[in-house]
């Protein structure tokens, strides 16, 4: 059975220069570390232990290829073939990730994560445990055990700073405690609101929080000026509209100026204030407009909801 695939809203190609290349591939090294998650989630991300991470794994991962060479031709070999195809995978995804059409972030790069530590963990089991069946030099074995020992200490900074932050409550702009507040509020908002993502950043959490039962429209991807009157016919069980923008990131994806001019200048809607506690969240900018009577009732309005949430 085929799948429709959404060509919408592709991002443009990749770069392929070389400092892109070098760039992405640095950052592959060194994702076990969680640099880049760390300050995207809670704003505080490690300096150094990147930099040591990925010199460490690289190091492991090369000196675990030197141990493996020449290995006696009997059972082991078998085991080491799959050392060499975990980290054949990894070496592929990472080669592959600049090559896709689009730039990926980081949440998708970490599917590669996995195939050089599980090479690791098996070189090590394998090498520490059965030198004496292989015709390994054991300056070989031993020195991949002390490379992943290292890659172990070095971890061990970078998970103490982690609870750390995690036990104060730091949190970057992107998960500020307002937008979960946002979500909690919109999940009790009656049927007929509905609330209009003008930015990017705010939409996933007024769906999660509300447990699906919140209609969101993520007007920020393709809204034009003078799109409203076809955003009132897609949703005309709605009567009343929040227009939610994310204020504490700049270069976001948004059409805040053109939606909220729009709406401001339109006579289907007329603007409230909008109600505590959606008026004091830090970081959000949140506007009420409420339907009037018989405005959006074109011939062609037939959907119930927004277009589907990107990722």
Known sequence: MGRFVSLGNVPGKAPNSLEFLIERAVDYVQLGAGATVRDYILGRGPTWTPIFEGCAITAAILATLWAVRGVAPDGHRRSARLVLALLAAWLVIGIELPLLPSPTGVHHQVLGTPFQYAAL????????????????PRGRIGLVVLLVAVVLAGR????????????????????APSLTRLGEIAGGEPADAMFVAVTWGVATQIVSLSNNQMAVDEAFWTYAPGDLPSLLDRHLDKRVFYLVALETLKGLQDRRGDIEHDFASSAAVAEEPVPAPLDHLAGIAVRRYVRRSGAGTTTHSHLAGGPALRP
Request: proline letters at 3%; hydrophobic letters at 60%.
């Open 121 to 136: 963990a098996l070189a090590v089991g394998w090498l520490f445990t059965r030198n004496a069946a292989m015709r390994i």
């Open 156 to 175: 061990a900074p970078t998970l103490i700073t982690l609870e750390r932050d995690l036990a104060a409550g730091a949190a970057s702009a992107r998960f």
